[in-house]
């Protein structure tokens, strides 16, 4: 089906025909839409603003069947009221579309999204939370705009550390032994309880054992030269690290594709040619050893150049090269257009200096976009960063599991007819949805509180009084029965009936929106401000009690667009939809 004009682009294409200019249209309180333009067109030509907004009244369409009446207010403002059949005959064509008359990119790109980066044979915690809810949700957005989307997952698999924990396996080399009955969860916690143990036992030996620690050196050095030993034992650490990381993400309800992982090892190859490239173009240069890049605008507090340091002086490579190695790698071999990083905002200055460096040696052209979305930090109800009683890191499975609990209890409370079962499938969507919505209903910069109690709460803006309104009408629909919905343009609407679907024909620009600037929080406040509307019009407006079945069926509809449009709309933030709460 061919993509649906929306009610303010039509309007806009209306009152610019008859203006001559851009009317800068935008919502408002004083009518359904208000133009400005008359203001800046008046001034250039030098005419009286209200009587060019008169002259622009009388060029609109005699008996046009979009807008129903239009007034000039204070200095020229232009009020606009859409007329009712426009709202419903709109509707109804949204209604007829799979996508909801949101319209593909016309010309899809190629994008990789960099987020959702664990660290091999360490335990996942709060901090990578956002960064995978977040990228998961601007994959989905991406994705249904119509962009080709690469996912990558840039796990911490590679450094010095991996000696000391593949020795100490080497010399205990049943220390990763799988047990015969273990199967999702269960596996996931068993992988990590035998990479913690394995851990904490090689650490314990590596600060007491000289001659381990020797051994340990030589053992890193062996694995940056491929060693065929060295390399299978670390790839039971990735190996056994990824069945943690996948039973984490399941209970997320995130999905980690093993193709998507491509960690630091996978660019383990190109650091040299990096290094000798940036080296021989004279972008880095040599200091004190080390290969470095600097900036005039980046300097420390005692006024000296910060530099970038691709190179350390004894030869290792630092976090800059294995980036800078995979923007070479997205640019030339993906043939990406836009590379996108979703890393917490203490990295700002790491990319800035990757993406200057880029630019200089020519990996990053002006086809190229290649922007960090920093987030902000997850806080408990101190206003610190969010931490254990004991003031450890909290584990990111801990944080699921208590929000999963603390939604059953709510459901429970309020669903007593619900078998154990199906309050412990509705626990896990209402728990993660919680979750999940709290961090994106916040701008990406902002750091928030991690509250449950706000999180599982049937009021307020929270994903649980969104899915209890998608609940709610499912509930609708079932009772209705044989009555089937059905749009009347010809009956006149309620202002509760309005103002719904007046937001119900914004969910294409939004995602437009969304998907230009990558702020998943805008699509989080429209769909909140949906369910707001829905509530005061289902309180205003009876539905299976309306007066005549052309009403009926015309709530119907309006009820059954709203529940496609919240369901879409969640689904692409990573939320479920409960058909009953």
Not at 523 to 551: M, N, R
């Given at each position: 089906m061919a993509s649906v004009n929306s009610l303010s682009a039509s309007i806009?294409?209306?009152?610019?025909?008859?203006l001559g200019a851009d009317p800068l249209l935008r919502r408002s309180d004083r009518a359904d839409f208000q133009a400005n333009g008359v203001l800046g067109l008046a001034k250039r030509n030098k005419a009286n603003p209200r009587e060019l907004a008169a002259q622009v009244v009388?060029?609109?369409p005699a008996g046009d069947e979009l807008i129903a009446s239009v007034e000039v207010s204070g200095?020229?403002?232009?009020?606009?009221t859409?007329?009712?059949?426009?709202?419903?005959?709109?509707?109804?064509?949204?209604?007829?579309?799979?996508?909801?008359?949101v319209p593909a990119k016309a010309a899809p790109g190629t994008t990789v999204i960099d987020y959702a980066q664990p660290n091999v044979a360490k335990e996942m915690h709060v901090g990578h939370l956002r960064s995978s809810v977040i990228g998961d949700a601007l994959v989905k957005i991406l994705e249904f705009e119509g962009e080709t989307v690469i996912r990558r997952h840039h796990i911490g698999d590679w450094g010095t550390?991996?000696?000391?924990?593949?020795?100490?396996?080497v010399e205990h080399p049943h220390e990763l032994d799988h047990g015969a009955s273990e199967a999702g969860e269960e596996a996931g916690e068993a992988s990590m309880s035998r990479l913690n143990r394995l851990y904490k036992a090689s650490r314990t030996v590596f600060d007491a054992d000289e001659?381990?620690?020797?051994?340990?050196?030589?053992?890193v050095v062996d694995l940056q030269a491929g060693d065929p030993e060295t390399l299978a034992m670390w790839q039971r650490f990735v190996d056994e690290s990824k069945i943690y990381f996948n039973s984490v993400y399941d209970k997320l309800d995130i999905e980690i594709r093993d193709e998507d992982v491509v960690g630091e090892s996978g660019y383990n190859d190109m650091l040299v040619e990096t290094c000798k490239l940036l080296e021989e173009s004279g972008v880095a240069v040599r200091s004190n050893g080390a290969l470095c890049v600097f900036f005039d605008d980046v300097k420390g507090k005692d006024g000296e150049p910060v530099p970038l340091i691709v190179q350390k002086a004894d030869g290792g490579f630092g976090y800059a090269a294995t980036d800078l190695s995979a923007i070479r790698d997205r640019t030339a071999d993906l043939h990406a257009d836009t590379l996108l990083y979703v890393v917490d905002s203490r990295q700002a200055l790491h990319f800035k200096m990757v993406f200057e460096t880029a630019r200089r040696a020519g990996w990053l052209t002006n086809e190229v976009t290649a922007l960090h979305i920093p987030f902000g930090t997850l806080l408990g109800k101190d206003g610190k960063p969010y931490k254990t009683r004991s003031g450890e890191t909290f584990r990111l499975v801990d944080l699921l599991d208590e929000a999963v609990e603390r939604a059953a209890t709510v459901i429970r409370e309020k669903s007593s007819e619900l078998t154990d079962e199906e309050v412990a499938d509705r626990a896990k969507e209402v728990g993660i949805g919680a979750i999940k919505y709290a961090d994106l209903s916040t701008s990406l910069g902002r750091d928030y509180v991690f509250d449950?109690?706000?999180?599982?709460?049937l009021n307020g803006d929270t994903s649980v009084y969104l899915q209890y309104a998608y609940a709610r009408i499912q509930s609708i629909l079932r009772k209705a029965g044989d009555t089937k919905p059905a749009a009347h343009p010809e009956l006149p609407l309620a202002p509760a009936e309005r103002a719904l679907g007046l937001l119900l024909d914004e969910f294409a620009e939004t995602l437009a929106g969304v998907s230009e600037t990558y702020e998943p929080h805008k699509l989080a406040s429209y769909l909140y401000a949906l369910a707001s509307a829905y509530t005061t019009f289902y309180d205003q407006c009876p539905v299976l009690k309306a007066e005549t079945p052309q009403l009926r069926e015309n709530r119907l509809f309006l009820c059954d667009l709203t529940a496609r449009t919240l369901r879409q709309g969640m689904s692409l933030l990573g939320i479920r939809t409960p058909e009953r709460l």
């Amino acid at each position: 089906m061919a993509s649906v004009n929306s009610l303010s682009a039509s309007i806009q294409q209306r009152v610019a025909d008859a203006l001559g200019a851009d009317p800068l249209l935008r919502r408002s309180d004083r009518a359904d839409f208000q133009a400005n333009g008359v203001l800046g067109l008046a001034k250039r030509n030098k005419a009286n603003p209200r009587e060019l907004a008169a002259q622009v009244v009388e060029a609109l369409p005699a008996g046009d069947e979009l807008i129903a009446s239009v007034e000039v207010s204070g200095p020229g403002f232009l009020n606009i009221t859409v007329a009712d059949a426009a709202i419903t005959r709109t509707l109804a064509a949204r209604a007829a579309d799979d996508r909801l008359g949101v319209p593909a990119k016309a010309a899809p790109g190629t994008t990789v999204i960099d987020y959702a980066q664990p660290n091999v044979a360490k335990e996942m915690h709060v901090g990578h939370l956002r960064s995978s809810v977040i990228g998961d949700a601007l994959v989905k957005i991406l994705e249904f705009e119509g962009e080709t989307v690469i996912r990558r997952h840039h796990i911490g698999d590679w450094g010095t550390q991996f000696g000391m924990l593949i020795q100490y396996l080497v010399e205990h080399p049943h220390e990763l032994d799988h047990g015969a009955s273990e199967a999702g969860e269960e596996a996931g916690e068993a992988s990590m309880s035998r990479l913690n143990r394995l851990y904490k036992a090689s650490r314990t030996v590596f600060d007491a054992d000289e001659e381990f620690k020797t051994r340990s050196r030589k053992r890193v050095v062996d694995l940056q030269a491929g060693d065929p030993e060295t390399l299978a034992m670390w790839q039971r650490f990735v190996d056994e690290s990824k069945i943690y990381f996948n039973s984490v993400y399941d209970k997320l309800d995130i999905e980690i594709r093993d193709e998507d992982v491509v960690g630091e090892s996978g660019y383990n190859d190109m650091l040299v040619e990096t290094c000798k490239l940036l080296e021989e173009s004279g972008v880095a240069v040599r200091s004190n050893g080390a290969l470095c890049v600097f900036f005039d605008d980046v300097k420390g507090k005692d006024g000296e150049p910060v530099p970038l340091i691709v190179q350390k002086a004894d030869g290792g490579f630092g976090y800059a090269a294995t980036d800078l190695s995979a923007i070479r790698d997205r640019t030339a071999d993906l043939h990406a257009d836009t590379l996108l990083y979703v890393v917490d905002s203490r990295q700002a200055l790491h990319f800035k200096m990757v993406f200057e460096t880029a630019r200089r040696a020519g990996w990053l052209t002006n086809e190229v976009t290649a922007l960090h979305i920093p987030f902000g930090t997850l806080l408990g109800k101190d206003g610190k960063p969010y931490k254990t009683r004991s003031g450890e890191t909290f584990r990111l499975v801990d944080l699921l599991d208590e929000a999963v609990e603390r939604a059953a209890t709510v459901i429970r409370e309020k669903s007593s007819e619900l078998t154990d079962e199906e309050v412990a499938d509705r626990a896990k969507e209402v728990g993660i949805g919680a979750i999940k919505y709290a961090d994106l209903s916040t701008s990406l910069g902002r750091d928030y509180v991690f509250d449950l109690d706000r999180m599982v709460s049937l009021n307020g803006d929270t994903s649980v009084y969104l899915q209890y309104a998608y609940a709610r009408i499912q509930s609708i629909l079932r009772k209705a029965g044989d009555t089937k919905p059905a749009a009347h343009p010809e009956l006149p609407l309620a202002p509760a009936e309005r103002a719904l679907g007046l937001l119900l024909d914004e969910f294409a620009e939004t995602l437009a929106g969304v998907s230009e600037t990558y702020e998943p929080h805008k699509l989080a406040s429209y769909l909140y401000a949906l369910a707001s509307a829905y509530t005061t019009f289902y309180d205003q407006c009876p539905v299976l009690k309306a007066e005549t079945p052309q009403l009926r069926e015309n709530r119907l509809f309006l009820c059954d667009l709203t529940a496609r449009t919240l369901r879409q709309g969640m689904s692409l933030l990573g939320i479920r939809t409960p058909e009953r709460l």
